[in-house]
């Protein structure tokens, strides 16, 4: 039987990169998929593909939360992937001394209002049943110090809290709701491309890029989709408050390279 078989699935952010991956993985699954973007083309290209439903959704806007609520009210997984770097609307600078409050507060507004928003999304859509699955889609960023992206690695650690206490609030009412957090690191998704282009050099850019992570390589949207899956089943059921990287064995340490 498939994992997710009737289960109710949300995962925002899902027209493109890790959140796509999400969604396909658990349509595959046999989850009854809500695909949810801002990008509302880029949505209803992403659930045509994957043969799920789409319904825009801004995660920065309690009032959008709201709507999703009475199309949805019932959830059985809820993954609150929808998540910005700061670069895609700013050049910045985004370092801790010159970055503006402008864009400190765009990037907190997406990443860590939309997964509050999210999670008491989350939890009054499940609590009636009592039991469920919140994955909040943090990041490698969010266990480490970034100077160059200070407000992303505060948005994307504040994530990681915020989950351990949803899983401890709900675990103190006594349901059995779930909640954990998925750190990636170097996952080959859009974002990456401007900076590896598509020229002769692209295999050279790639390789530096992941030259400190053990595994010597990019992880792919599949391998986090792949924890995702494991985490919204019923087989990860003592599972809550916890945190999976998804790096490489990035923040393991260093490995000396084989002779």
């Known amino acids: 039987m498939p994992r997710l078989d009737g289960k109710i699935c949300v995962v925002t952010g899902a027209a493109r990169g890790i959140g796509r991956a999400i969604a396909h993985a658990f349509a595959r699954e046999g989850g009854e998929v809500v695909l949810t973007d801002i990008d509302r083309t880029g949505g209803e290209a992403a659930a045509a593909e994957i043969g799920c439903r789409f319904l825009p959704l801004d995660v920065r806007e309690e009032a959008d939360w709201a709507a999703l609520a009475r199309e949805v009210p019932r959830a059985d997984v809820v993954v609150n992937n929808a998540g910005v770097t700061g670069f895609e609307s700013s050049p910045g600078p985004h370092d801790p001394e010159n970055a503006s409050l402008a864009d400190w507060r765009a990037v907190h507004a997406v990443n860590l209002d939309g997964t509050f928003l999210g999670c008491r999304y989350a939890i009054r859509a499940m609590k009636q049943a009592g039991t469920g699955s919140i994955i909040n889609v943090s990041s490698r960023s969010g266990l480490v110090g970034i100077p160059g992206a200070a407000a992303y690695a505060s948005s994307k650690a504040a994530v990681r809290n915020h989950t351990k206490s949803v899983a401890l609030w709900c675990a103190q009412q006594g349901w059995t709701i779930r909640c954990n957090s998925l750190h990636p690191a170097a996952i080959l998704t859009p974002m990456w491309e401007a900076m590896l282009g598509d020229g002769p050099d692209r295999a ?37 408050g916890a945190e999976f990287s998804i790096d490489g064995g990035l923040l393991a340490g260093s490995a000396a390279a084989p002779g």
């Open 204 to 240: 050279d850019r790639m390789a530096a890029l992941v030259a400190d992570t053990p595994l010597r390589r990019f992880g792919t949207v599949e391998e986090v989709a792949a924890i995702a899956v494991l985490l919204a089943s019923d087989e990860a059921g003592y599972v809550t």
